[in-house]
């Protein structure tokens, strides 16, 4: 979903201690309806969705370092289309190894084997959802002596898409998305005796696509490789009672190999920050604006993702929630932008320590200067959530 209920915030759970490990084990299930399945613009499909997210968190200290194995999973059962039934499973390796009291090593490894929305689809309409697999590893090195620190960290990045089938039966080719990236960033703090650190942040990467782009006979179009150069500059904020997050602001330079793919330069930008004006009361911001691949129209574009979200006690394990979304996509070198909304309201009880229940509404609209790429879909949603 592009919006989901209440959680633009952390920390809903205690973890519970076993021997060593700090576990935190949950199930949610929900129930929706869903009154246009497809994002369609036209002859929507409407149907019921069962879906069970079990997830697990498993955190371990020894001594001063730091470990945690967090998986999660998701199956989704259409009532009438069954067609539309996913899995998808993520797992995820990171922790921080201290090697002397300045020096740390910090280092994250993922697997995420999933489907891709089908609000954000922007092509033929296939049969069944894209599926893709996602690979992502990271290392680094902190080094703090002093107020002053600095951070290197390099990692590589797989992702394999399916290929589908559209409703007439004509292949859909997916494979010519998939790439390879390799990265490294550098990232210079200074912790000031206030509550905020300014840093700045220069990443370099270059993604190697596996394949030409296909042009209906075979993988003969064009060659998408790119080199990404990423500039930031803000601060990290955290006073232990109203304000803690993180703002950035800086450009974005993205170069093609092949000449006859226009570069992207454009302004770059990402935080997120929580605000707790009263003790009932918490928002949240989260904006993301970076280039980034489409593998539709074998462009680069300009995305930028800003979610807003409010959560208030109405009273004692009574809780209102809402959320509202904005994703702008401008694609290079064509006449085509999108604008997607999304906004949702709803309310959570906690029912005791184990258990929380929740209803929530969704409204989701896309406006697009492609013809026919236009929808609006309206989600209702049952929720139940239990933990160990």
């Given at each position: 979903?592009?919006?989901?209920?209440?959680?633009?915030?952390?920390?809903?759970?205690?973890?519970?201690?076993?021997?060593?490990?700090?576990?935190?084990?949950?199930?949610?299930?929900?129930?929706?309806?869903?009154d246009?399945?497809?994002?369609t613009?036209?002859?929507?499909?409407?149907?019921?969705?069962?879906?069970?997210?079990?997830?697990?968190?498993?955190?371990?200290?020894?001594?001063?370092?730091?470990?945690?194995?967090?998986?999660?999973?998701?199956?989704?059962?259409?009532?009438?289309?069954?067609?539309?039934d996913?899995?998808?499973?993520?797992?995820?390796?990171?922790?921080?190894?201290?090697?002397?009291?300045?020096?740390?090593l910090?280092?994250?490894?993922?697997?995420?084997?999933?489907?891709?929305?089908?609000?954000?689809?922007?092509?033929?309409?296939?049969?069944?959802?894209?599926?893709?697999?996602?690979?992502?590893?990271?290392?680094?090195?902190?080094?703090?002596?002093?107020?002053?620190?600095?951070?290197?960290?390099?990692?590589?990045?797989?992702?394999?898409?399916?290929?589908g089938?559209?409703?007439?039966?004509?292949?859909?080719?997916?494979?010519?998305?998939?790439?390879?990236?390799?990265?490294?960033?550098?990232?210079?703090?200074?912790?000031?005796?206030?509550?905020?650190?300014?840093?700045?942040?220069?990443?370099?990467?270059?993604?190697?696509?596996?394949?030409?782009?296909?042009?209906g006979?075979?993988?003969?179009?064009?060659?998408?490789?790119?080199?990404?150069?990423?500039a930031?500059?803000?601060?990290?904020?955290?006073?232990?009672?109203?304000?803690?997050?993180?703002?950035?602001?800086?450009?974005?330079?993205?170069?093609?190999?092949?000449?006859?793919i226009?570069?992207?330069?454009?302004?770059?930008?990402?935080?997120?920050?929580?605000?707790?004006?009263?003790?009932?009361?918490?928002?949240?911001?989260?904006?993301l604006?970076?280039?980034?691949?489409?593998?539709?129209?074998?462009?680069?574009?300009?995305?930028?993702?800003?979610?807003?979200?409010v959560?208030?006690?109405?009273?004692?394990?009574?809780?209102?929630?809402g959320?509202?979304?904005?994703?702008?996509?401008?694609?290079?070198?064509?006449?085509?932008?999108?604008?997607?909304?999304?906004?949702?309201?709803?309310?959570?009880?906690v029912?005791?320590?184990?258990?929380?229940?929740?209803?929530?509404?969704?409204?989701?609209?896309?406006?697009?200067?492609?013809?026919?790429?236009?929808?609006?879909?309206?989600?209702?949603?049952?929720?139940?959530?239990?933990?160990?």
């Amino acid at each position: 979903m592009l919006l989901w209920a209440g959680p633009l915030f952390a920390g809903e759970y205690t973890p519970v201690k076993w021997g060593s490990f700090l576990l935190t084990l949950k199930l949610t299930i929900e129930q929706s309806y869903n009154d246009n399945i497809f994002a369609t613009e036209d002859d929507a499909e409407s149907d019921y969705i069962t879906a069970l997210k079990p997830s697990l968190l498993i955190q371990k200290n020894y001594r001063d370092h730091e470990f945690a194995l967090e998986t999660k999973g998701e199956a989704i059962k259409y009532w009438e289309n069954s067609d539309e039934d996913v899995i998808n499973f993520k797992s995820e390796l990171r922790g921080r190894v201290v090697a002397r009291r300045a020096l740390t090593l910090p280092f994250k490894l993922s697997y995420e084997s999933a489907h891709h929305d089908r609000q954000e689809e922007r092509g033929v309409l296939t049969r069944e959802p894209t599926g893709f697999k996602l690979l992502k590893t990271e290392i680094g090195a902190d080094y703090k002596p002093s107020r002053f620190g600095i951070g290197f960290y390099t990692g590589y990045n797989q992702i394999r898409h399916d290929n589908g089938e559209s409703f007439l039966g004509a292949p859909v080719i997916n494979e010519d998305s998939d790439y390879d990236s390799l990265y490294a960033r550098i990232v210079a703090r200074y912790e000031t005796k206030a509550d905020w650190t300014p840093f700045a942040s220069l990443q370099i990467g270059k993604n190697d696509f596996v394949r030409r782009t296909h042009d209906g006979t075979g993988f003969n179009g064009l060659k998408r490789d790119n080199r990404v150069l990423r500039a930031l500059a803000g601060a990290e904020f955290d006073d232990h009672e109203m304000w803690k997050g993180s703002a950035a602001i800086g450009h974005d330079w993205r170069k093609y190999d092949d000449g006859s793919i226009d570069d992207i330069a454009a302004l770059s930008a990402e935080g997120n920050i929580e605000w707790a004006p009263t003790r009932k009361l918490n928002l949240a911001l989260n904006f993301l604006r970076q280039s980034e691949e489409d593998s539709i129209v074998d462009r680069g574009m300009v995305q930028t993702d800003v979610k807003f979200g409010v959560r208030y006690e109405l009273q004692q394990n009574i809780y209102f929630h809402g959320n509202t979304e904005w994703k702008n996509t401008e694609y290079e070198s064509i006449d085509r932008t999108d604008d997607l909304y999304g906004a949702g309201f709803g309310v959570s009880y906690v029912l005791n320590s184990r258990l929380e229940a929740g209803a929530s509404y969704l409204h989701h609209f896309r406006e697009s200067s492609q013809t026919g790429s236009d929808f609006d879909s309206n989600v209702f949603m049952l929720r139940l959530t239990g933990k160990l």
